[in-house]
């Protein structure tokens, strides 16, 4: 049974930068496709980047591109997003979510709280 386990959330002011973990377990990692959504109050689930096996990544919101980076080390069977420029509208929680046929595995999801 694969699992995800995502970290590195937390209160920051307008400007900084957080980089999300998503470590995976109990599955080949190295053969999923990893998205990183996000979801706030009242919101529907976003999805902001994903990154293939063959490390393409396509970023899906426009107003995360050039500050939000998704990336994968498949030697550690993490992936991560690096968030910076953070503005008050990045407020939300984010998941990982990692992809293969017909397999498909989410995290409990990381806060992430912009606020000066």
């Known amino acids: 049974q694969g699992h995800l386990v995502e970290s590195g959330g937390g209160l920051v002011q307008p400007g900084e930068s957080l980089r999300l973990s998503c470590q995976a377990s109990?599955?080949?990692?190295?053969?999923?496709?990893i998205m990183w959504y996000r979801q706030a109050p009242g919101k529907q689930r976003e999805l902001v980047a994903q990154?293939?096996?063959?490390?393409?990544?396509?970023t899906f919101l426009d107003s995360v591109k050039g500050r939000f980076t998704i990336s994968r080390d498949n030697a550690k069977d993490t992936a991560y997003l690096q968030m910076n420029n953070l503005k008050p509208e990045d407020t939300a929680l984010y998941f990982c979510?990692?992809?293969?046929?017909?397999?498909?595995?989410w995290g409990q999801g990381t806060q992430v709280t912009v606020s000066s």
């Open positions: 990154i293939t096996t063959i490390n393409v990544v396509t």
């Open positions: 109990g599955f080949t990692f190295r053969d999923f496709a």
């Open positions: 979510n990692a992809r293969h046929a017909i397999y498909e595995y």
